[in-house]
Structures are given as C-alpha cells and as structure tokens.
Nanobody, 124 residues
Framework: QVQLVESGGGLVQAGGSLRLSCAASGRTFSSYAMGWFRQARGKEREFVAFISKSGSSTYYADSVKGRFTISRDNAKNTVYLQMNSLRPEDTAVYYC?????????????????WGQGTQVTVSS
C-alpha cells in the first residue's frame, strides 16, 4: 500500500512558477514509477508527466514539454513537478500517482495509487 499526499498548489499569475510535491508513505517508494496528472473543471483527467523508478527516465505531455520538469528523491520518498511559464490553461487539480511498472506509463488505469490532488490556478 502506498499513500500519496500532494502539496504546493496555489494561485499564480500567468508566466509564474510553482513547484508541486508528492510525499509517499511506505518503504517501497523506489519500486514505483510515478506520474503527474491533472483535471480541469468539466474535463477528463489527463497525463502530464512520468518519471521512472530510478528517476533516469522522464516523459511529458506535449502541452507541458519544455515548461514542466518532473523529478524525484527516493531518499525522501518524494516526487516533484516544477512548473514554469504557467498559462491559464494549466489551471486544474493536479494529482500524483504510483505505478509498479518498468516502462513509460501514461494511462490512468495503469496507476495503482493516487493522491487527493492539489489545486493550481493560473490567472491571466
């Protein structure tokens, strides 16, 4: 069992930055690939970024490539999402998720554990 708790969301102006954190419980954090997803009001949850178990491999949605950076610290059981050059269309609830996979995972159904989400609002 893995419990995930996101933090770091908030209100920011367009062009600004935020760093989201996702703290995981348990001693098996390094056994899970991690992902960030987001869900805007009235829309489906969508993939944002992926990081492999060791952190050596990352993958991004086209909409955030070059602006967002995913990273992890296995010693701290934490995964991060650095978000720069934020746009109003990035406004959403952001979720982290854990998948016991050894390949890139972008679909919701392949993630076993989810956090409760943190709201990010970007004003124009």
């Amino acid at each position: 069992q893995v419990q995930l708790v996101e933090s770091g969301g908030g209100l920011v102006q367009a062009g600004g930055s935020l760093r989201l954190s996702c703290a995981a419980s348990g001693r098996t954090f390094s056994s899970y690939a991690m992902g960030w997803f987001r869900q805007a009001r009235g829309k489906e949850r969508e993939f944002v970024a992926f990081i492999s178990k060791s952190g050596s491999s990352t993958y991004y949605a086209d909409s955030v490539k070059g602006r967002f950076t995913i990273s992890r610290d296995n010693a701290k059981n934490t995964v991060y999402l650095q978000m720069n050059s934020l746009r109003p269309e990035d406004t959403a609830v952001y979720y982290c998720a854990a998948a016991p996979k050894s390949r890139v995972v972008v679909t919701l159904g392949e993630y076993d554990y989810w956090g409760q989400g943190t709201q990010v609002t970007v004003s124009s």
